[in-house]
């Protein structure tokens, strides 16, 4: 079975500073994709960034990266340089190849203190 | 950003009643979802679409039905809606199964 789990229901930081948001995955499908989306409070969901399994680096999106531990099936989001706009809820989220289907873990809401 | 849009945006519907969401997207793209969010539980899968007339189940299919007739349209029914059917309902939609999934807005359903 997949699963996705998200340890941390809340996260503060403070402005400027970096945060880790922690992702840990399960599966025993050897092809996937790991994807970290955004809900800010107005509901939308945005997506952020994408990591596939063989990849051999890690992925980078401005101020976000993905810090991807194969062996130890973790995918955490880096946010740099924390913003006040950065509040919101992080979904991470995966896809395996044999499926069509994504998985969500249940979400951390990060709160950017100024 | 990706043209999907959803109707109704809110809804309040009363228990036994049927009830009908859409998802129009202007994108082209083949696949299509549908989500409920519920705290708590995050994002889960309902039921998706890989092609016109093509559709599957996800982990929460029970008590709901789909339809694309087209591959712009994605249509949610709920038969004979109950209060546990309360929820967001957002859906997505993406150009290849192995790419990220692109969503709507979200539809706020109450089930009084």
């Known amino acids: 079975a997949q699963k996705i789990t998200q340890t941390q229901p809340g996260m503060f930081v403070q402005e400027k500073e970096a945060v880790t948001l922690d992702c840990t995955y399960d599966?025993?499908?050897?092809?996937?994709?790991l994807f970290w989306y955004k809900q800010p409070s107005s509901g939308e969901m945005i997506f952020l960034i994408y990591?596939?399994?063989?990849?051999?680096q890690n992925a980078t999106e401005g101020r976000y990266s993905l810090n991807f531990q194969k062996a130890r099936k973790s995918a955490n989001l880096v946010i740099s340089a924390s913003q006040l706009g950065d509040s919101a809820m992080y979904f991470c989220a995966m896809r395996v190849m044999t499926g069509n289907q994504f998985y969500f873990g249940t979400g951390t809401s990060l709160t950017v203190i100024p | 950003d990706a043209g999907i849009t959803q109707s109704p945006r809110h809804k309040v519907t009363e228990t036994g009643t049927p009830v009908t969401l859409r998802c129009h997207q202007t994108e082209n793209h083949r696949y299509m979802y549908w989500y409920r969010q519920d705290p708590g539980h995050g994002l889960r899968l309902i039921h998706y679409?890989?092609?016109?007339?093509?559709?599957d189940k996800g982990e929460v299919s029970d008590g709901y039905s789909v339809s694309r007739s087209k591959t712009e349209d994605f249509l949610l029914t709920l038969e004979s809606a109950t209060s546990s059917q309360t929820s967001v309902y957002f859906c997505a939609i993406s150009e290849s199964r192995i790419y990220e999934q692109y969503f709507g807005p979200g539809t706020r359903l109450t089930v009084t």
């Open positions: 599966t025993s499908d050897p092809s996937y994709g």
């Open positions: 679409s890989y092609g016109v007339k093509d559709t």
């Open positions: 990591q596939g399994s063989y990849d051999q």
